[in-house]
């Protein structure tokens, strides 16, 4: 059987670890080994690890230097001997039929490159996440996909891996919309389940990238800038875009101030 590389970057999440580890040595699917990549952490990650490590022999530790997420991710794939990879969060948890319902699309369907699930929130928000079904000119424009996605590591090997810039977050949007684009021919398969759960705090890195706009401003800009032959390709040029787009507002310009000149003679009766 094909084994799944489970890879679990983690700064300063040793708390959390034997949770996320645990979901792990409980799936359905035996054949498998994770790779925890401490990117550096000054909490007491290294110690919990020595003792988590004695719980199976399929888990790994890796210590690096902090290079953020990305790079973490990319350390622990570059010495991953599966067939298949998974990331998993250090925080959050998978579900025990995850990595067997996963492996038998690959199995039993042609020229698959991508399975994804349904999302579950847990701690502070217990909301499920349906996600919608794949589409790459959506893609492009908002992340369809959560992190914890399953694909071939020859797949992962013809791209350029995470991008180690984007250290404040949506590194894996920008990773989906890297990958998928370079495996175009190949077909992405959302499973109809909740495979991930996704730990939700009161404060987090993604909670402050989500707060920040002027950072979403940059990051998105990044994206673009960096995709910028797809964008084109999938939505025209954005100066031509843009033009249209005031032509048609001068033109709708008259409309908008008749409107607003009944609402007044309206308000007067």
Not at 79 to 96: R, S, T
Not at 108 to 128: C, I, K, M, R, W
Not at 232 to 238: M, T, W
Request: include cysteine; charged fraction near 25%; hydrophobic fraction near 35%.
């Amino acid at each position: 059987m094909d084994v799944v590389s489970i890879i679990i970057p983690s700064y300063n999440q040793g708390k959390y670890l034997e949770e996320c580890l645990d979901s792990i040595i409980a799936q359905s699917y035996e054949f498998w080994e994770a790779i925890v990549v401490d990117d550096g952490s000054t909490d007491n990650t290294a110690e919990l690890m020595a003792t988590l490590l004695k719980k199976d022999e399929r888990i790994k530790f890796i210590s690096k230097k902090n290079g953020g997420v990305s790079s973490a991710r990319n350390e622990g794939i570059r010495q991953a001997c599966g067939k298949y990879i998974l990331p998993v969060d250090g925080d959050d948890k998978i579900a025990q039929n995850l990595l067997e319902q996963s492996v038998a699309v690959f199995e039993q369907q042609t020229n698959v490159g991508l399975v994804f699930s349904q999302v579950q929130h847990f701690e502070a928000s217990n909301a499920l996440m349906d996600n919608v079904d794949y589409n790459f000119s959506k893609l492009l424009l908002n992340n369809q996909i959560s992190c914890t996605a399953m694909y071939l590591k020859s797949d992962f090997d013809k791209t350029t891996g995470y991008d180690e810039n984007m250290r404040h977050g949506v590194e894996d949007w920008e990773f989906w919309i890297n990958l998928l684009s370079t495996i175009k021919d190949k077909t992405v398969v959302k499973l109809d389940f909740p495979g991930l759960y996704y730990r939700i705090k009161t404060h987090s890195r993604s909670v402050s990238f989500e707060s920040n706009k002027s950072k979403i401003t940059e990051i998105h800009n990044y994206v673009f800038q960096k995709h910028i032959r797809l964008y084109n390709a999938y939505y025209g040029d954005p100066i031509m875009v843009y033009s249209k787009m005031r032509y048609l507002e001068q033109k709708i310009q008259p409309f908008l101030k008749l409107k607003a000149i009944l609402r007044k003679l309206s308000f007067r009766k």
